[in-house]
């Protein structure tokens, strides 16, 4: 699958709107590609620069994740409301049900964040306010297709 966004492209910034320096609301994103006999998305927004000295031991800063997007679904608008699509959220790593934005710490350089898509053969049986692990744990062996758009954010 081929994930895209109109606001920003691979590997390029994610506009200031989209982060906690903005408006703190979810990018368009679109896809292409998804298999034909799937059920439903997940999208997780992580970003893997967020490991520091004060949290060594954390794999990635969790942003986003939504799942149980019908099959219906090929594009998320601009500020999405998942639940109005028929998914759910989860909770991220700020401990909210939605997404927050880009917001690394001011001088640590720029962050990569992992705009991740899969397609599943199920709906996960989880509710919403799961956790990422607890999405990727009941994805496992479900994962028909993935997409990926990596965007950067620096705050100076």
């Known amino acids: 699958m081929k994930l895209t966004s109109a606001d920003f492209k691979h590997s390029e910034q994610i506009p200031t709107r989209f982060t906690c320096e903005g408006e703190n609301i979810s990018p368009n994103l679109f896809w292409t590609g998804a298999p034909s006999k799937m059920e439903t998305f997940v999208v997780i927004v992580e970003d893997p620069d967020a490991p520091s000295a004060k949290n060594p031991n954390k794999d990635a800063w969790v942003h986003w994740v939504a799942f149980n997007i ?27 049900k939605k997404y927050d934005g880009p917001c690394p710490p001011a001088g640590s350089g720029p962050h990569r964040y992992f705009f991740r898509l ?39």
């Open 118 to 156: 899969y397609a599943l053969n199920v709906t996960l049986s989880l509710h919403a306010g799961a956790t990422k692990q607890e999405v990727v744990d009941a994805m496992k062996h479900h994962i028909i297709a993935q997409g990926e758009l990596i965007g950067t954010y620096e705050i100076k």
């Open 70 to 96: 019908p099959h219906t679904v090929h594009r998320l608008d601009v500020g999405a409301a998942i639940h109005a699509l028929g998914g759910k959220e989860g909770i991220n790593d700020s401990k909210n």
